[in-house]
């Protein structure tokens, strides 16, 4: 993760007063990874980042959603063509349980407008050209003119997800 990610986990924990779960990867899983592929593997194929993804973010993500009966995410639409058919509210017949979207149909705009009106903490990378945040491997600022996911794992041309919301997980 970038600092600027973790000063917001502090920022937010410290606005609303109200821990947040914090999920690390399984350890044994990830130094096997990097020990067979290398340490930064993810850069030479869509599988092996597809594996990192899988490890860093989905199997955490899965302990996080365990016995949960809802799932609420900061999805928007604009952020990528897998997102523009996504409802508010689906349900998710693998996970038993709704997920909710509220920010589904937000452009970028009435984001910030939101934040700045109600003093919300936000990524002071977003404040340096970065619009999607993820993991500082694999993310980069945009150029003006750049759709929002283009600094997301710029060196690929599949579809830019990191399965965290894909269905059929
Ligand atoms: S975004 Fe990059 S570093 Fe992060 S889990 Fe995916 S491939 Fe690995």
Same mark, same amino acid.
């Given at each position: 993760m970038f600092n600027e990610t973790y000063e917001l986990l502090e920022k937010t924990t410290a606005r609303y007063k109200n821990n947040i779960g914090v999920y690390f990867p399984p350890t044994s899983e990830v130094e096997q990874f990097v020990q067979e592929?290398? $340490? *930064? @593997?993810?850069? %030479?194929?869509v599988d092996n980042r597809k594996t990192c993804c899988y490890l860093r973010k989905v199997i955490p993500l899965n302990r996080a959603l365990s016995g949960a009966k809802a799932w609420v995410t900061g999805l928007r @639409? %604009? /952020?990528? &063509? *897998?997102? /523009? &058919?996504?409802?508010?509210i689906e349900w998710l017949e693998d996970r038993q349980m709704y997920k909710f *979207?509220?920010? $589904?149909?937000?452009?970028y705009d009435e984001m910030l407008d939101y934040i700045n009106q109600h003093n919300v903490p936000y990524n002071q990378l977003h404040d340096q050209g970065f619009i999607s945040i993820g993991c500082a491997p694999c993310t980069r600022a945009i150029e003006p003119g750049e759709e929002a996911r283009a600094g997301r794992w710029w060196w690929e041309t599949s579809k830019k997800e990191c399965g965290l919301h894909v269905a059929g997980r």
């Open positions: 592929k290398g $340490i *930064n @593997a993810f850069y %030479e194929s @639409a %604009e /952020q990528s &063509d *897998n997102r /523009q &058919d996504m409802p508010m *979207n509220p920010l $589904i149909r937000w452009s």
